[in-house]
C-alpha cells in the first residue's frame, strides 16, 4: 500500500493565501478607523465652529430702527429751550424755561414768573421789563443771568399759535383743579371750564392760562402753567403722538419763531423715541416771594434759591 503524501508546494501556497488574507483584513480595518477618525474631527471642528463663532468673529449690530440708532450713538448734549409767549389781553407775558436731557433721559419745567426781579447788563427790572425794551434777546439774557444757565433756543409763541400747536397735537389731557369762571373788566365772560381731567382744546387750554383767581393767587397760576406745560411734553412723547412726530415739528416751527432747527429734530427725534411712554417730564419750581419794589410787584429769588433753581437747568454741569 502506498502511502499518501502532501506535495509541500501546495501546502505553502495555502499558508501563503491564509497570511495575505490577513494582511489584507488588517489594512481595511485601519484605513475604516483612520477615515472614522477624520470625519469625528471634521464633525467636532464643525461644531465647535458654529458653537464659538461669536466670541472669534464678533458680528456689528446690524438692528434697525430708531431705538436701536440711539443705543449707539453718544447722546447729545442737554439744551434750555426758552419759550416766550406776549401778553394775552391785560395779562402779563409768559416765560417758560424747558430743558431736555438725553442720558438720563428727562424733561424740565418752570414756569417764570413775569415779575421775576433780575440783574442783567447792568440793569436791575423784572423779566417782562427786560422783554418789553430789548426783546427776546435781552430776555433770553436776563434768564441765563438769573441761574447762571444756558439759553439754547428760543420760540416766541403769540396766544393764537398756542391755540393752534395745542389742536395739531391733538388737544391736551389735563386735569383742571376746579371749575373754573372768570369775567373781564367790561363784564364778558372770559374764562369758563369744568373742573376734573379731560381733553383741552387749544381755546380751553388758552383760558386755563388767562384764569387769575386761584386760590393760591398769583403763585397757584404760575404751578398751574408749568404743570399743563409738563403734562403737554409728555403728551408729546407719547409713542402714538411721536409716529407724527415730523408733521408735529413742521407745524411749531411754522407757527411760532424760533431757533429750533431740523438738525435739533433729526438728533433728538431718536432718543424722543425712547422717551416714550416714560413720562420724562416734571416742574422744577422756582423758589422765590412775591412783594413790591418801586411800586412794582415782584417775584425776589435769594441767591441760594437762584442757585437751586440753575442747578435744574444745568448751571455749573
Known amino acids: 500500500m502506498k502511502e499518501k503524501r502532501t506535495s509541500a508546494p501546495y501546502a505553502h501556497q495555502a499558508a501563503g493565501r491564509r497570511k495575505a488574507r490577513r494582511k489584507k483584513g488588517t489594512g481595511k480595518h485601519v484605513l475604516i478607523f483612520f477615515v472614522t477618525l477624520v470625519l469625528c474631527l471634521a464633525l467636532f471642528g464643525l461644531l465647535g465652529f458654529f458653537l464659538l463663532r461669536d466670541q472669534l468673529f464678533p458680528a456689528e449690530n446690524t438692528s434697525s430702527g430708531p431705538a436701536a440708532a440711539a443705543s449707539q450713538t453718544q447722546a447729545p448734549a442737554p439744551f434750555n429751550l426758552l419759550v416766550v409767549q406776549p401778553a394775552d389781553g391785560d395779562t402779563a407775558p409768559r416765560f417758560w424755561m424747558i430743558r431736555f436731557q438725553a442720558d438720563p433721559a428727562s424733561i424740565a419745567v418752570t414756569a417764570l414768573p413775569a415779575e421775576t426781579m433780575v440783574e442783567s447788563g447792568g440793569r436791575r427790572d423784572r423779566l417782562s421789563g427786560f422783554f418789553a425794551y430789548g426783546g427776546m434777546e435781552a430776555v433770553s439774557r436776563a434768564v441765563a443771568d438769573l441761574g447762571g444757565v444756558s439759553v439754547d433756543r428760543t420760540a416766541y409763541v403769540t396766544p393764537d399759535q398756542l391755540e393752534g400747536i395745542v389742536n395739531q397735537f391733538g388737544g391736551l389731557i389735563y386735569a383742571v383743579p376746579q371749575d373754573l369762571e372768570q369775567y373781564d373788566v ?36 404760575i404751578a398751574v402753567q408749568q404743570e399743563a406745560v409738563a403734562a403737554f411734553c409728555n403728551q408729546c412723547m407719547t409713542t402714538g403722538s411721536l409716529r407724527q412726530a415730523e408733521d408735529h415739528f413742521l ?41 413790591e419794589e418801586n411800586g412794582q410787584e415782584t417775584f425776589i429769588m435769594s441767591d441760594s434759591q437762584r442757585a437751586e433753581w440753575g442747578r435744574s437747568f444745568g448751571a455749573g454741569a
Open 186 to 221: 367790561e363784564g364778558n365772560l372770559q374764562v369758563r371750564l369744568p373742573g376734573g381731567r379731560q381733553s383741552l382744546t387749544g381755546d380751553q387750554v388758552r383760558q386755563l392760562f388767562l384764569y387769575s383767581q386761584w386760590d393760591g393767587g398769583r403763585e397757584r397760576e
Open 251 to 291: 407745524y411749531f416751527v411754522n407757527h411760532s419763531e424760533t431757533t429750533l432747527s431740523r438738525a435739533d429734530y433729526d438728533t433728538w427725534l431718536p432718543f424722543f423715541q425712547k422717551m416714550a411712554g416714560s413720562s420724562p417730564a416734571g416742574v422744577r419750581q422756582a423758589q422765590g416771594s412775591y412783594g
